[in-house]
């Protein structure tokens, strides 16, 4: 089996830390993110295997009923997905940034996973709706053209669903704003 990121976001803060406790408690999964954003929802993150994922979604989805605004299985997700949303990455050289600002904590996940893997880019974060107004974005780097494309395949994925804000690629950032976005 291969690793999944599940999502699930809620209109309610006490029914968002419920579900993430019945999806800690449904199936062997790691809790990567759980808390309020705003306008005061509650959004989860978790990782695990792609069964235990779907499993613990569901379970997080019947607790939250209608307070459960969505929820996302991205099954066999890039490797660099998690490392990116837990802020643990270590960059050592930036050729090329591109970021790529999203309507939701979900889609920037999706926007994160699909970036990765249209091309050779690195994920350096992909944050999530905290003050953010609820929306997430994704920052990545790499070669100028495999920037340009991760970000075209981002704009492509996600703007069907209307999932992309806006986009940016910035050839050489200068080394003053590197140390302040990364």
């Known amino acids: 089996m291969s690793k999944a990121i599940g999502l699930v976001e809620y209109k309610t803060i006490p029914k968002g830390i419920e579900a993430a406790d019945g999806m800690l408690k449904a199936s062997e999964v790691q809790l990567l993110f759980s808390s309020p954003i705003c306008p005061g929802k509650y959004v989860s993150v978790i990782c695990g295997e792609v069964?235990?994922?779907?499993?613990?979604?569901?379970?997080?989805?019947?607790?939250?009923?209608?307070?459960?605004?969505?929820?996302?299985?991205?099954?066999?997700?890039?490797?660099?997905?998690?490392?990116?949303?837990?802020?643990?990455?270590?960059?050592?050289?930036?050729?090329?940034?591109?970021?790529?600002?999203t309507i939701s904590a979900i889609a920037a996940i999706?926007?994160?996973?699909?970036?990765?893997?249209?091309?050779?880019?690195?994920?350096?974060?992909?944050?999530?709706?905290?003050?953010?107004?609820?929306?997430?974005?994704?920052?990545?780097?790499?070669?100028?053209?495999?920037?340009?494309t991760s970000v075209r395949a981002c704009e492509k994925e996600l703007g069907d669903e209307g999932g992309v804000v806006s986009s940016s690629v910035i050839p050489s950032p200068h080394r003053d704003l590197i140390s302040y976005v990364m």
Do not use: M, Q, W, Y
Not at 51 to 80: E, W, Y
Not at 124 to 131: H, K, L, T
């Open 110 to 148: 999706k926007a994160g996973d699909v970036a990765a893997k249209a091309a050779g880019v690195r994920l350096v974060e992909i944050r999530i709706a905290r003050g953010l107004g609820g929306k997430g974005f994704v920052l990545f780097t790499g070669d100028l053209g495999s920037v340009e």
């Open 51 to 101: 069964d235990a994922v779907r499993t613990a979604v569901n379970r997080a989805v019947a607790i939250g009923d209608l307070f459960t605004i969505d929820s996302h299985v991205i099954p066999n997700v890039h490797p660099s997905v998690i490392p990116a949303i837990t802020a643990t990455v270590e960059i050592a050289k930036v050729e090329a940034l591109g970021v790529v600002e």
